[in-house]
């Protein structure tokens, strides 16, 4: 992807950081009108769909590069805006580079960039322009150069207002669906109350993290003290500010606050921004954690919560059975739950919480945990690491271990792979193969309600 040396305009690099605002509207102007009419249209019926609430939306404010709610929660939005006042051209250059032009996320080819006319910028801007109908003084405010330039961010060198739209391919259950992509270095602020409030757009879900600040390399010697301390001073400046413009009491909470329109449904929230939040309704065992597509930690969300008042959901097992029989439970394996399948995947916790000659004999025992160097972290028949991989492949692992032990029923201690992948269960079900019975014993209610129709027994 080509990001610079670019003419479509304020979503560019400008090739002088002292540009005026009107240039920038300017540029924004020239970037729609130089654009092709089959840009603009897809522009247009995009932010229609937006608009009219046809398109669920996921907010996602510091997202960095973290990609994973795209291959998650592709079943609650198909709109990912994604905020990130820190990133430069070359970031987001190489992250995409990374991430979707060699399927290098948790998922693969099954998250991949589709077949697009048009730049990511022209695209995006047409999308704000013609589809989002926003005026010029709201696009200049969603890139405001003013608010960059506070020590809020300024520690990150900054090369320029720059958005882009990408249209992705999420495959799940052999059927590609199109999710997208809306990634703008800007003022989450007004972003948020120009797209969301303004627009009355309703949010399914709002993810808020901190700003990432990477330590700087090759720091000199002598006096390299002098700067580490520097950096940590201006890194406490950064994320105090962050907390007093995003915390529930900061300038954020008072817009959300503010606002008559609904709330939205689910959100994870860094825990130090202080957000009154409703119990989890997904607890993610691995978390959106890890590292981004430039090998930087990112911030770890390990809980989905619900905000305001949220009803859960009516939920019903499959009216029809398949090759192999599902249930899906709330309750923990137990010795005496493990009495009814021939195999167990479960973690280290659960096998030190019940000593090994409480198990019945004959069970064959998972241990799914990290695979570190030997000796295994916990007594078990086999061993797997299912952490991060998506639903399919992790069956199979478990199917392969079965098969060579002739085992046909087993039961698992969370719901492998990842929220969305429900349709991957739904084919599996109907497959024939060495499991004839499988159990899923799922952490949190999210993944009860978005799992309960590839089951045979809701438990």
């Given at each position: 992807?080509?990001?610079?040396?670019?003419?479509?305009?304020?979503?560019?690099?400008?090739d002088?950081?002292?540009?005026?605002?009107?240039?920038?509207?300017?540029?924004?102007?020239?970037a729609?009108?130089?654009?092709?009419?089959?840009?603009?249209?897809?522009?247009?019926?995009?932010?229609?769909?937006?608009?009219?609430?046809?398109?669920?939306?996921?907010?996602?404010?510091?997202?960095?590069?973290?990609?994973?709610?795209?291959?998650?929660?592709?079943?609650?939005?198909?709109?990912?805006?994604y905020?990130?006042?820190?990133?430069?051209?070359?970031?987001?250059?190489?992250?995409?580079?990374?991430?979707?032009?060699?399927?290098?996320?948790?998922?693969?080819?099954?998250?991949?960039?589709?077949?697009?006319?048009?730049?990511?910028?022209?695209?995006?801007?047409?999308?704000?322009?013609?589809?989002?109908?926003?005026?010029?003084?709201?696009?200049y405010?969603?890139?405001?150069?003013?608010?960059?330039?506070?020590?809020?961010?300024?520690?990150?060198?900054?090369?320029?207002?720059?958005?882009?739209?990408?249209?992705?391919?999420?495959?799940?259950?052999?059927?590609?669906?199109?999710?997208?992509?809306?990634?703008?270095?800007?003022?989450?602020?007004?972003?948020?109350?120009?797209?969301?409030?303004?627009?009355?757009?309703?949010?399914?879900?709002?993810?808020?993290?901190?700003?990432?600040?990477?330590?700087?390399?090759n720091?000199?010697?002598?006096?390299?003290?002098?700067?580490?301390?520097?950096?940590?001073?201006?890194?406490?400046?950064?994320?105090?500010?962050?907390?007093?413009?995003?915390?529930?009491?900061?300038?954020?909470?008072?817009?959300?606050?503010?606002?008559?329109?609904?709330?939205?449904?689910?959100?994870?929230?860094?825990?130090?921004?202080?957000?009154?939040?409703?119990?989890?309704?997904?607890?993610?065992?691995?978390?959106?954690?890890g590292?981004?597509?430039?090998?930087?930690?990112?911030?770890?969300?390990?809980?989905?919560?619900?905000?305001g008042?949220?009803?859960?959901?009516?939920?019903?097992?499959?009216?029809?059975?398949?090759?192999?029989?599902?249930?899906?439970?709330?309750?923990?394996?137990?010795?005496?739950?493990?009495?009814?399948?021939?195999?167990?995947?479960?973690?280290?916790?659960?096998?030190?919480?019940?000593?090994?000659?409480?198990?019945?004999?004959?069970?064959?025992?998972?241990?799914?945990?990290?695979?570190?160097?030997?000796?295994?972290?916990?007594?078990?028949?086999?061993?797997?690491?299912?952490?991060?991989?998506?639903?399919?492949a992790?069956?199979?692992?478990?199917?392969?271990?079965?098969?060579?032990?002739?085992?046909?029923?087993?039961?698992?201690?969370?719901?492998?792979?990842?929220?969305?992948?429900?349709?991957?269960?739904?084919v599996?079900?109907?497959?024939?193969?060495?499991?004839?019975?499988?159990?899923?014993?799922?952490?949190?209610?999210?993944?009860?309600?978005?799992?309960?129709?590839?089951?045979?027994?809701?438990?």
């Open positions: 992807m080509n990001t610079q040396g670019t003419s479509t305009g304020f979503f560019s690099p400008p002088h950081a002292q540009d005026t605002a009107s240039q920038s509207v300017d540029d924004a102007q020239g729609v009108d130089g654009v092709g009419e089959e840009v603009k249209q897809e522009g247009v019926k995009l932010g229609e769909g937006i608009l009219r609430g046809s398109n669920k939306v996921l907010f996602y404010v510091a997202s960095r590069f973290d990609w994973q709610p795209l291959h998650r929660f592709s079943h609650l939005a198909d709109v990912f805006v905020v990130e006042p820190t990133a430069t051209t070359q970031d987001i250059t190489n992250a995409l580079e990374a991430a979707f032009r060699t399927g290098a996320t948790a998922v693969g080819d099954a998250l991949k960039k589709a077949e697009a006319v048009g730049n990511p910028e022209a695209r995006c801007s047409a999308l704000v322009s013609d589809g989002l109908k926003l005026k010029e003084d709201d696009l405010q969603l890139f405001d150069v003013n608010w960059i330039s506070k020590p809020l961010v300024a520690a990150r060198q900054r090369d320029g207002r720059y958005g882009f739209l990408l249209n992705l391919q999420r495959t799940v259950g052999g059927q590609p669906k199109t999710i997208w992509l809306i990634y703008l270095v800007g003022c989450p602020l007004n972003i948020y109350q120009k797209l969301f409030i303004e627009k009355k757009i309703a949010l399914e879900m709002l993810i808020i993290g901190v700003p990432h600040r990477p330590y700087p390399e720091i000199p010697q002598p006096g390299g003290h002098i700067l580490e301390e520097a950096f940590a001073e201006e890194n406490d400046r950064l994320l105090n500010g962050w907390r007093q413009t995003f915390s529930w009491d900061g300038q954020f909470g008072q817009l959300i606050r503010a606002h008559s329109g609904p709330m939205p449904s689910l959100a994870a929230i860094a825990s130090e921004l202080g957000w009154p939040v409703n119990p989890a309704r997904y607890n993610l065992p691995v978390g959106l954690d590292l981004d597509a430039l090998d930087m930690p990112y911030f770890m969300f390990t809980g989905i919560s619900t905000l008042h949220y009803q859960c959901p009516l939920v019903e097992p499959a009216h029809k059975p398949g090759q192999r029989h599902v249930t899906i439970t709330r309750k923990h394996i137990t010795p005496q739950s493990a009495r009814s399948v021939e195999a167990i995947v479960v973690g280290p916790d659960t096998l030190r919480k019940f000593q090994g000659d409480r198990w019945p004999d004959n069970l064959l025992t998972i241990l799914d945990a990290p695979i570190l160097p030997e000796p295994a972290p916990e007594p078990g028949d086999d061993h797997l690491d299912l952490r991060n991989k998506p639903l399919r992790s069956l199979q692992a478990i199917e392969d271990i079965c098969a060579a032990q002739g085992k046909t029923s087993v039961a698992v201690h969370l719901l492998p792979g990842f929220e969305d992948e429900v349709e991957d269960l739904l599996w079900r109907q497959e024939a193969g060495q499991i004839k019975r499988i159990v899923f014993h799922v952490a949190c209610n999210g993944h009860y309600f978005d799992y309960a129709r590839a089951a045979d027994v809701l438990d």
